[in-house]
């Protein structure tokens, strides 16, 4: 059976929501061998939007569903990846024109962010008709290779239209080991009560 950890790896000098110094996480070790203290013991303050994560609706949407909510069936399921790495900047609805993509379909869209380094800055990102079109076609969650689904629009449409319709979203996959195709995804966010989005392990496997 092959695995694909699509996930980011949690430490210092990740990449994070551009490149501020805020959204870094911070590992601070509170007990350890060194200082006799007989075993070691970690403190994380991480960003609940780091890394690999997933958005519920709360996270643009006021009184909108926690991430708590959201059933495992929604994220244990099967998944298609579409390979979008031919896109410059910006994933419009004509890239998602010709893509079999059915209502009730999980799509994960792999892009440049997988493979070059610009997560940072100058990342692909989805534009706010591409994210109606995902909804129109009746798409129940979407994942992107970047640390945000929209980059530089002021009135966040891409978030509004994705989470407005109740789509889950998942932010920071790795996707560049992965060939186009369909996938058993399993993401499994952090069980943390109330709030709009949580880190995940995401994995991919082949379909059972
Ligand atoms: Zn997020």
Redesign the pocket.
């Known amino acids: 059976m092959r695995i694909w950890d699509v996930s980011m790896t949690i430490e210092p000098g990740m990449p994070v929501w551009k490149g501020r110094e805020a959204k870094r996480p911070v590992l601070t070790v509170t007990r350890d061998f060194a200082q006799g203290q007989g075993a070691r013991e970690t403190h994380l303050a991480l960003d609940?939007?780091t890394g690999t994560?997933?958005?519920a609706p709360l996270?643009f949407v006021q009184g909108g569903a926690t991430m708590d909510t959201i059933p495992l069936s929604r994220l244990i399921r099967s998944v298609k990846v579409f390979d979008l790495t031919a896109v410059s900047a910006v994933i419009r609805e004509e890239h998602l024109a010709g893509l079999a993509i059915n209502s009730g379909d999980f799509v994960l869209l792999k892009t440049r962010n997988s493979v070059e380094d610009i997560l940072e800055k100058d990342f692909v990102f989805i534009s706010s008709a591409a994210a109606q079109r995902l909804v129109d076609l009746g798409v129940d969650g979407v994942g992107l290779d970047a640390?945000?689904?929209e980059r530089d629009q002021g009135d966040h449409g891409t978030h509004h239209a994705l989470l407005g319709a109740g789509m889950v979203?998942i932010?920071g996959l790795r996707l560049a080991e992965v060939p186009e195709g369909q996938y058993l995804m399993i993401a499994a966010p952090l069980k943390i009560s109330g709030v709009e989005?949580a880190p995940a392990r995401v994995l991919l496997t082949d379909l059972l």
């Open positions: 609940l939007h994560h997933l958005d996270h640390l945000g689904v979203i932010e989005a």
